[in-house]
């Protein structure tokens, strides 16, 4: 398979940086309660993620009443007047708020506002004709959720996006409250990084309760090419709100951006030179010539009088030790004391 739609270079502007691009995923951990939405957005700010994304929506318009789940919907539901309120409230945080609206009337809501740096299209918003041509109309980035979909339907979507908006994301990963670890199947960031030319995300839904894999899978996803790490958050998972599977604690929050930071300064450059500490230590542990015994001064140098050790400067290597064979010493030099070059003629 051939890799599919350029990406345009000068597109990429939001989501670049050296460390992955962390997302505050809220959804509905704030229970449908204003004040609780309000506490989690000031906390999420305070992790050091670099957004923080909101699920808005009208359960009529995108839950059918038969549908079980419609009431429990219906409970959590924030009204646009009051997601209006909340925007205006952070809208110095422009930058930094996502939206992810669930249906149409949800999208022109957002729009309307223009309170949010970029938007996230659900997966089953994806097939939606309506969605999609008010999408193609936003000049913002946008983020593809691509779990649990068929190739030929994000290859569909992707290549009627691409060329319109302002930068594509395409976000792995899929909840299934809490997702298995054998479920998530990782490599399928790898399959996506090289069939796409573009950003390529993972949305963890790991279970929270193991801090263990609850980090380390989200550093795999990065390191198998996921340039943007969306993670779910919420005030105490102890009280198990709605959301709590795989959502951190704001304390765990902060802890998990700073691990990416650490892996970021680990890594290093992609490219091969030594850094001050490489060259100190090459320094220790490199051998360089020195006496093997007295060496008088205006005596010829022998490769006898010469043993190679750790020295604590740099020295002559044993590759250019020929260079001052059978050259005279311009001063006396004392037994295991450092060769140097200058110092013979």
């Not at 505050?24 to 506490?39: M, P, R, T, Y």
């Not at 609850?214 to 943007?228: E, Q």
Request: aromatic share 12%.
């Amino acid at each position: 398979m051939c890799t599919i739609g350029l990406i345009n270079k000068s597109k990429v502007k939001y989501f670049t940086k050296k460390e992955p691009f962390i997302i505050a995923e809220i959804a509905s951990a704030h229970d449908g309660n204003i004040k609780k939405l309000i506490k989690i957005i000031d906390l999420a700010l305070k992790t050091g993620a670099d957004a923080i994304k909101f699920q808005i929506f009208k359960t009529k318009n995108f839950i059918s009443l038969r549908n079980p789940m419609f009431n429990e919907f219906l409970k959590i539901e924030i009204n646009y007047r009051n997601w209006e309120k909340i925007f205006q409230k952070y809208k110095r945080y422009k930058k930094r708020i996502i939206v992810e609206p669930y249906d149409t009337e949800s999208l022109r809501f957002c729009i309307s506002l223009n309170l949010f740096s970029a938007i996230k299209v659900p997966t089953s918003c994806l097939d939606e004709v309506d969605y999609i041509n008010l999408i193609k109309k936003i000049n913002k980035p946008i983020i593809l959720g691509v779990g649990g979909i068929e190739l030929k339907r994000i290859k569909k979507i992707y290549t009627k996006l691409n060329s319109k908006n302002s930068e594509i994301v395409l976000m792995y990963g899929f909840q299934n409250f809490p997702t298995k670890l054998n479920d998530l199947n990782l490599n399928k960031i790898k399959f996506l990084k090289n069939n796409f030319q573009c950003l390529i995300g993972y949305a963890d839904h790991t279970d929270s309760e193991d801090y263990f894999f609850a980090n380390y899978i989200p550093m795999i996803a990065n390191t198998y090419g996921a340039d943007i790490i969306e993670k779910h958050i919420t005030i105490n998972r102890i009280r198990k709100g709605r959301d709590y599977y795989s959502a951190l604690n704001p304390d765990e929050f902060k802890k998990f951006v700073n691990l990416f930071k650490i892996k970021s300064l680990v890594n290093g450059n992609k490219k091969w030179s030594l850094n001050k500490s490489e060259v100190e230590y090459a320094k220790f542990s490199k051998k360089y010539a020195v006496a093997n015994k007295f060496i008088k001064k205006n005596k010829k140098l022998n490769k006898i009088d010469i043993s190679f050790k750790r020295t604590n400067k740099h020295g002559i290597e044993s590759d250019r030790i020929k260079k001052i064979i059978n050259k005279k010493s311009k001063k006396n030099i004392k037994y295991d004391q450092i060769i140097e070059i200058n110092s013979f003629k």
